[in-house]
């Protein structure tokens, strides 16, 4: 092997070595639980916004572990006012510089996009999109009550360590994400031998 046939093959093994050591980084940067509380309320009917009458304690709470070396699970669970919230928890797979869920399951409106919700770290905050694009249609609607949105951002300064990975670990969204995973998997493959 000649030195010129060198250098390219080392280049490239450097390229290879960098892409691997992305999704690993990234998981390092974000992996942990991001809360945050405040104050909600429910109004009654025909009193104004500004007119609150049951004020509660409110609480936005991102989940975020490294599964695999593609592959992060999340959860999140955001409140909005009138007890409205969205919910949605799967495996979210390092695709171009952020994770993304990819829901398994049909979109329950043919004319909605297929859920698909981004994960990543932009500007000191960890940010969570189901929009395509900053105009795009919101894509896991299904997951949010009336005023939910999946569209959310909160400071890195607010993550913490997980202390409860056990019971995490052996939840039921948890297991699910795994076999969807699964599922998605195996079908993707079969669908590749053909």
Do not use: W
Not at 46 to 62: C, M, N
Not at 130 to 148: E, F, I, L
Not at 165 to 173: M, T, Y
């Amino acid at each position: 092997m000649t030195l010129r046939s060198l250098v390219p093959l080392l280049a490239a093994l450097c390229a290879c070595t960098a892409a691997a050591q992305e999704p690993a980084q990234l998981m390092d940067k974000m992996a942990g639980v991001y809360k945050q509380r405040f104050m909600s309320a429910t109004i009654t009917p025909g009193k104004g916004p500004g007119e609150a009458d049951v004020p509660y304690q409110a609480e936005d709470v991102i989940e975020i572990v490294p599964y695999d070396a593609g592959h992060v699970y999340v959860r999140a669970h955001l409140d909005f006012y009138n007890g409205h919230m969205c919910d949605i928890a799967g495996m979210a797979r390092y695709e171009q510089g952020a994770f993304v869920y990819h829901d398994p399951a049909p979109s329950p409106l043919p004319q909605d996009p297929q859920c698909a919700l981004k994960v990543s770290v932009e500007h000191g905050k960890l940010t969570i999109t189901d929009r395509a694009a900053p105009d795009a249609p919101a894509s896991c609607r299904a997951y949010c009550g009336a005023r939910g949105a999946l569209e959310y951002s909160i400071g890195m300064d607010k993550r913490r360590a997980i202390r409860y990975l056990d019971r995490l670990k052996a939840s039921r969204e948890y297991g699910r994400a795994i076999d969807d995973l699964h599922r998605t998997e195996s079908q993707t493959a079969s669908g590749r031998a053909r």
